[in-house]
């Protein structure tokens, strides 16, 4: 019962302690430690994610926070209702930096002043525990708005980075901003180059910064690439994008451009963000046999999308063998490629690609709508009911389609109906599920 108890709270405190703690907190309750001696109550999550605060307060206001999740409760309830106050530093925000830092067993009671703060974690080492590491970050991203960037800086020092988590990524890629913007360009460039088993696009991207900075351009430009291919988030691949052609501007020349160098290569990270006479420059040198013979599974998302761009889209099955395996499992990249296509005017190998990798239809509903969509715009009568049925057999509940095989067997005109033949009828009956999603099919073959 206690089992089922932590798993549910595992799906809550991602929710409760922020978007980006998800992973890290999930880890938290899955991994025993000493603060899981205890059940861990499940009201309290509740109303964290619930942005309760004022009862949470309540809650304590007869008792004091003794374990640290209660701590760290506490203090997120004290920093949300202090957000919406002001920013001068209150009784109650020094509560909540005690209480984050209380988290660690310091004894920290009553700071009025950054000083204070750092003396509480005086003497300090590195903390490896998943609680104490996330208490430390909340507190060094409240310790930025209120200026004190000495306990930012200290901070971050104490928080341990060897555990390869998606907590350490998160912690490195905040340590390197802040070194960044904060002039601290030898520190930031020594960072960039430790913990490389950490990886992340954002993360990436500020290491690139960090070293490019310190004059180790080739090896900045290498985590641009990383960072690139690492993300399709349009704000992440514009400020990538916004940097590479800024600090690297002699590279995108179409003399150079022109030219089959390694460099050009890893530009193809780049192709949804060039332009069309870039493009067309980079053909001379990224031919698609190359491109072809040189790509991998880190590579062949945006080498599809090169092809594509560049005209070459016929090539496409053929780099597309070239990583089947990986393919299969990122159905995603499959529906980025056949939408391009699409929107290309090359419906016909789009439908040909899916087709290529029928397989991978049922991991992602949205890729298997386009493939619909792609039959239906090709005029694939047969084809187009086969697979609006495959796809309810699965999805029943998804009445937009429901209505798309309801169009098929009576037409689109509700004042002159059109039925299908039997075969149509009969194929339809013997193929949907029995269940309360297939009511729109019953009703009409009721009808029928």
Not at 53 to 63: K, L, M, V
Not at 429 to 435: A, K, S
Request: charged fraction near 20%; proline fraction near 3%.
């Amino acid at each position: 019962m206690q089992k089922v108890r932590v798993i549910n709270t595992a799906r809550q405190i991602g929710m409760a302690f922020g978007r980006k703690y998800i992973m890290p907190a999930v880890i938290f309750l899955l991994v025993p430690t000493g603060l899981m001696a205890t059940p861990i109550g499940f009201d309290l999550y509740g109303l964290i994610r619930a942005e309760r605060w004022a009862d949470i307060q309540r809650h304590f206001s007869n008792r004091s926070p003794v374990q640290g999740y209660e701590k760290f409760a506490m203090a997120r309830a004290l920093m949300a209702d202090a957000g919406r106050s002001s920013s001068a530093f209150t009784p109650e925000v020094a509560n909540a930096f005690a209480l984050y830092l209380q988290v660690s067993g310091v004894n920290c009671s009553r700071p009025s002043s950054q000083a204070d703060l750092l003396n509480c974690v005086e003497g300090l080492r590195p903390q490896k525990d998943l609680l104490v590491r996330l208490s430390f970050l909340r507190a060094a991203e409240h310790a930025e708005k209120y200026s004190f960037r000495s306990l930012q800086n200290r901070l971050y020092e104490l928080i341990d980075l060897s555990e390869s988590d998606p907590l350490s990524a998160v912690i490195l890629r905040e340590r390197l901003e802040y070194l960044v913007q904060s002039q601290q360009t030898t520190a930031a460039g020594e960072l960039a180059g430790q913990y490389v088993d950490l990886d992340g696009p954002l993360l990436n991207l500020w290491r690139a910064r960090a070293l490019y900075k310190v004059g180790k351009t080739d090896e900045a430009f290498t985590y641009y690439v990383r960072a690139a291919r690492g993300t399709n988030a349009a704000w992440i691949l514009n400020a990538i994008v916004g940097d590479v052609r800024k600090n690297y501007t002699g590279r995108f020349s179409p003399a150079s451009l022109a030219q089959r160098t390694s460099e050009n290569r890893e530009l193809l990270a780049f192709s949804d963000r060039l332009s069309s006479s870039e493009i067309r420059a980079l053909k001379a040198s990224m031919t698609p046999v190359h491109v072809i013979d040189t790509t991998n599974v880190t590579r062949v998302h945006r080498d599809g999308i090169y092809l594509i761009q560049a005209g070459y889209g016929r090539y496409l099955k053929t780099l597309a063998a070239r990583a089947y395996t990986h393919l299969s499992q990122s159905p995603e990249i499959l529906h980025d490629w056949a939408a391009l296509l699409n929107t290309k005017g090359e419906t016909g190998l789009a439908i040909q690609l899916i087709e290529q990798f029928a397989h991978t239809r049922t991991q992602k509903y949205t890729y298997w709508q386009l493939y619909l969509d792609l039959l239906k715009k090709a005029g694939y009568r047969q084809k187009y009911f086969e697979e609006v049925l495959g796809y309810l057999s699965h999805y029943p509940a998804h009445y937009h389609v429901a209505d798309e095989l309801i169009q098929i067997l009576i037409g689109s005109d509700p004042s002159k109906i059109v039925w299908a033949d039997d075969a149509y009828w009969k194929r339809a009956r013997e193929t949907l599920p029995h269940q309360t999603g297939s009511g729109r099919f019953l009703y009409w073959l009721k009808s029928y």
